[in-house]
């Protein structure tokens, strides 16, 4: 139901690790947020009916101005369509669209803030593509790396 009342955002195509190509229907809704306007990203195949529930889901939430971080992500899509790198791919596109960076959570379970070991190797992909960086510091991972020359 929510997928119906989602506005299309992009069609993503994404190769799996096994080398199928596929085209992933992704749209956006934006959620009212106390602590800052949140965003939650849905996809499924283009074109193939997928039962009510199984999408995959990304959500955002913004931080400050031009900073969003990514707070979540589930893919309860059928097996034939795991392992498409669909998070790696969306972070470029939603970072576009809100001309902002994307920051990772951190893994600070203490703090309230959880990094899943998946989510983890998302942000690894990135850092090894040379898209993203990791913050030792702060315990974050961001896209995109700073301009050059940049502190």
Known sequence: MVWDWASTFIFL???SKSGR??????RVEGVPNPEGEAWFYYAKPKG????EGEEYFASFKTIAAGL???EGVTN???????GFGITAALIPHV??????????SRHRPSEGEMRSVAATAV???LVREKLAFYDRRDDRFYFPLPPPGAA
């Not at 193939?48 to 039962?51: F, G, H, I, R």
């Not at 309860?76 to 795991?82: I, K, N, T, Y």
Request: charged residues 30%.
């Open 13 to 15: 195509p994404a190769i």
């Open 21 to 26: 190509k596929e085209i992933f229907e992704i």
């Open 76 to 82: 309860r899509l059928p097996a034939e369509f795991q």
């Open 68 to 70: 969003l971080q990514l």
């Open 123 to 125: 942000w690894q992909r």
């Open 95 to 104: 970072a576009e669209s809100h001309a902002a960076r994307i920051r990772s």
């Open 48 to 51: 193939l009916k997928v039962p």
